[in-house]
C-alpha cells in the first residue's frame, strides 16, 4: 500500500461553520449594537485573541467593558451555538483511512473543542493559533504542522481563504480553496479515493 498523503483542513470555513458574521449580526439586533461598531472591535482584537495574547476571559473582559449593554452568558452560549459541523466533518472519518489529516486555524481552542472532539480519533495533529502565538498567514505556523507530516511529497491543504494558500504552497504544498457550495469536498474524495 502507498503512503498516505497528509490532509491539512482549516476548520472555520471548512469543517465548521465560521462564527462570523451571524455571531456579530446577531447581537447587533439582539441588544440594539452598532454592527459597524462590533465589526470594529472584531478587527481591532483579532490578532491578539488568535495568537494568544490575550485569553478568553480577557477577550470577555474587553468585549464587555466596550459594550456593557451585551448579556455576557448570552453572547457566550450563542457563540459556541453557531459553530456547527459542516458537511466535510462528516467525511474525516473515510477518508483517514487514506489520509494523514491535520487541523491547521486561526482560533480559539476553547471554542472549536466541540468540533475536534468527536473526530479527534481520526486527526494526526491540531494546530491552533490561540496556543502556538502565530496565526495564519504568519510562516511560522504552517512550518510548526509541518513538522507533524509524515508524507512532506504528499500534502493537500484546503483553506477557505486564498490568502492562507500562499505561504503552504511556498512549502511545497498543494492547496486548494474551499468553496462555499462544499464542491471542494468531492474534490478530496476523488484524490484520496482514486
Not at 462590533?38 to 491578539?48: A, H, P, V, Y
Not at 505556523?141 to 513538522?147: G, R
Not at 503552504?168 to 498543494?174: E, H, K, P
Request: with cysteine; charged share 25%.
Amino acid at each position: 500500500m502507498s503512503q498516505k498523503i497528509d490532509l491539512i483542513l482549516d476548520i472555520a470555513g471548512v469543517i465548521a461553520t465560521n462564527f462570523s458574521p451571524i455571531f456579530w449580526r446577531d447581537l447587533s439586533i439582539k441588544f440594539g449594537v452598532v454592527n459597524d461598531d462590533l465589526i470594529k472591535f472584531r478587527n481591532e482584537i483579532r490578532t491578539d485573541l488568535w495568537t494568544g495574547k490575550i485569553d478568553e476571559q480577557e477577550f470577555w473582559e474587553r468585549f464587555l467593558k466596550k459594550f456593557p449593554i451585551i448579556d455576557k452568558e448570552y453572547a457566550k452560549a450563542k457563540l459556541l451555538a453557531v459553530i456547527q459541523p459542516l458537511p466535510a466533518c462528516a467525511e474525516i472519518p473515510k477518508w483517514s483511512k487514506f489520509a494523514n489529516i491535520h487541523l491547521l486555524s486561526n482560533h480559539r481552542l476553547e471554542w472549536v473543542n466541540h468540533i475536534i472532539i468527536p473526530i479527534e480519533d481520526y486527526i494526526k495533529s491540531v494546530t491552533i493559533s490561540s496556543t502556538i502565538g502565530f496565526c495564519k498567514p504568519q510562516f511560522e505556523i504552517y512550518l510548526k504542522v509541518n513538522s507533524h507530516l509524515d508524507n512532506h511529497h504528499s500534502v493537500l491543504f484546503v483553506d477557505d481563504q486564498e490568502k492562507n494558500l500562499i505561504q503552504a504552497q511556498n512549502l511545497g504544498w498543494s492547496t486548494l480553496l474551499a468553496d462555499k457550495e462544499g464542491k471542494w469536498i468531492e474534490q478530496v474524495s476523488e484524490q484520496l479515493y482514486s
